[in-house]
């Protein structure tokens, strides 16, 4: 990844809080944020973005506040300890007359269990929504490096933070992969 490169993907990351990241050609780097085809069936998108309305009507039930699954429009995977998704999804706010609303929830799919860390109403293009309102829930230790650094710092410990090694695949032509250590 050149520096040009990560520095438009760590300020996508800080924009979006890592729900909308562009696919870098030609590279891969655990713990990157990248795109998943929700079309294909890699993963249970659906299964996650319905596990997080589960949560999030279990945890509000007392508030009268409900939510319908109605299909999950995006969705972004970071390989960790466990795989996270960022989704984006459509649901009903059966609270609001049905209205159809836009959310986005973190889903850790772990080894033996899958866990919601955060989910919440999508912010407007111009602000972020890292502090969650009422009926909205975030596990503070799932903040990521680029969510808890300011840019400023990122910038300047962008040498001490990341020792890349590239492997260059000929065999089977995938091409680059570069891992962070």
Same mark, same amino acid.
């Given at each position: 990844m050149t520096e040009e490169e990560y520095c438009s993907y760590r300020d996508q990351v800080l924009k979006t809080e890592g729900f909308d990241v562009d696919?870098? *050609?030609g590279v891969s780097c655990f713990h990157q944020i990248q795109p998943y085809n929700v079309d294909k069936k890699t993963w249970d998108y659906e299964g996650y973005s319905r596990l997080a309305i589960e949560e999030y009507n279990f945890r509000f039930k007392d508030a009268n506040a409900g939510l319908e699954f109605v299909k999950v429009l995006k969705a972004m995977?970071?390989?960790a300890n466990?795989?996270?998704f960022y989704l984006t999804l459509e649901a009903r706010d059966l609270a609001d007359g049905g209205k159809t609303k836009i959310y986005q929830a973190v889903v850790l799919s772990g080894v033996t269990k899958?866990?919601?860390s955060s989910f919440r109403?999508? *912010?407007a293009e111009d602000e972020k929504g890292l502090l969650p309102s009422d009926n909205f829930f975030?596990?503070?230790q799932t903040i990521d490096i680029f969510q808890s650094l300011s840019p400023t710092s990122l910038q300047s410990d962008l040498q001490k933070l990341w020792v890349v090694k590239v492997a260059v695949i000929e065999k089977n032509g995938f091409g680059k992969i570069i891992f962070a250590m």
């Amino acid at each position: 990844m050149t520096e040009e490169e990560y520095c438009s993907y760590r300020d996508q990351v800080l924009k979006t809080e890592g729900f909308d990241v562009d696919r870098i *050609p030609g590279v891969s780097c655990f713990h990157q944020i990248q795109p998943y085809n929700v079309d294909k069936k890699t993963w249970d998108y659906e299964g996650y973005s319905r596990l997080a309305i589960e949560e999030y009507n279990f945890r509000f039930k007392d508030a009268n506040a409900g939510l319908e699954f109605v299909k999950v429009l995006k969705a972004m995977g970071q390989a960790a300890n466990a795989m996270r998704f960022y989704l984006t999804l459509e649901a009903r706010d059966l609270a609001d007359g049905g209205k159809t609303k836009i959310y986005q929830a973190v889903v850790l799919s772990g080894v033996t269990k899958d866990t919601v860390s955060s989910f919440r109403l999508k *912010p407007a293009e111009d602000e972020k929504g890292l502090l969650p309102s009422d009926n909205f829930f975030h596990d503070p230790q799932t903040i990521d490096i680029f969510q808890s650094l300011s840019p400023t710092s990122l910038q300047s410990d962008l040498q001490k933070l990341w020792v890349v090694k590239v492997a260059v695949i000929e065999k089977n032509g995938f091409g680059k992969i570069i891992f962070a250590m």
